[in-house]
């Protein structure tokens, strides 16, 4: 018996990480499409769960507010992720996420986890701005106003 603990690199479960949050999130959207059962619904109570825990982003700027989102977009393994915007106004860009292996390997289309971006708007609701999302072929615009 090997009675040691084992070490990764934090570089090597940020990955594991960011593969099994995404392999989560589409499995879950697998399973709504395999039944016939519309994912938004669900989305919006994960949204609505989220919320409570941005109550200090009611504090915040516009510009902080997007940085978080992207933070997170970032950390589920969107690596092309930009903002937009002035004034009282955001754009979040985020290109190719879910990541298209993934999407192969669910054997589901990109346009089939659309759903999966409405989870924002009952935490942005709760903190007081309007939000809406976009999608353009690979690229999905999530927008955030005061």
Same mark, same amino acid.
């Given at each position: 018996?090997?009675? +040691?603990?084992?070490?990764?690199?934090? +570089?090597?479960?940020?990955?594991?990480?960011?593969?099994?949050?995404?392999?989560?999130?589409?499995?879950?959207?697998?399973?709504?499409? &395999?039944?016939?059962?519309?994912?938004?619904?669900?989305?919006?109570?994960?949204?609505?769960?989220?919320?409570?825990?941005? &109550?200090?982003?009611?504090?915040?700027?516009?510009? +902080?507010?997007?940085?978080?989102?992207?933070?997170?977009?970032?950390?589920?393994?969107?690596?092309?992720?930009?903002?937009? *915007?002035?004034?009282?106004?955001?754009?979040?860009?985020?290109?190719?996420?879910?990541?298209?292996?993934?999407?192969? *390997?669910?054997?589901?289309?990109?346009?089939?986890?659309?759903?999966?971006?409405?989870?924002?708007?009952?935490?942005?609701?709760?903190?007081?701005?309007?939000?809406?999302?976009?999608?353009?072929?690979?690229?999905?615009?999530?927008?955030?106003?005061?």
């Amino acid at each position: 018996m090997v009675d +040691e603990i084992t070490a990764f690199d934090t +570089e090597s479960l940020l990955e594991s990480s960011i593969g099994n949050l995404q392999g989560i999130i589409l499995a879950i959207v697998a399973y709504y499409k &395999e039944k016939g059962i519309d994912t938004k619904e669900f989305t919006f109570f994960v949204g609505e769960k989220f919320a409570p825990g941005w &109550e200090v982003a009611k504090e915040w700027s516009i510009d +902080e507010v997007a940085r978080r989102i992207a933070l997170n977009y970032a950390s589920m393994g969107a690596v092309d992720v930009k903002i937009t *915007g002035e004034f009282d106004a955001r754009e979040i860009h985020i290109k190719d996420w879910p990541n298209q292996s993934y999407l192969d *390997g669910f054997k589901i289309k990109r346009s089939e986890v659309n759903d999966i971006f409405f989870v924002i708007e009952p935490i942005m609701k709760y903190i007081g701005l309007n939000y809406e999302f976009e999608v353009n072929d690979d690229e999905v615009i999530l927008k955030i106003k005061k």
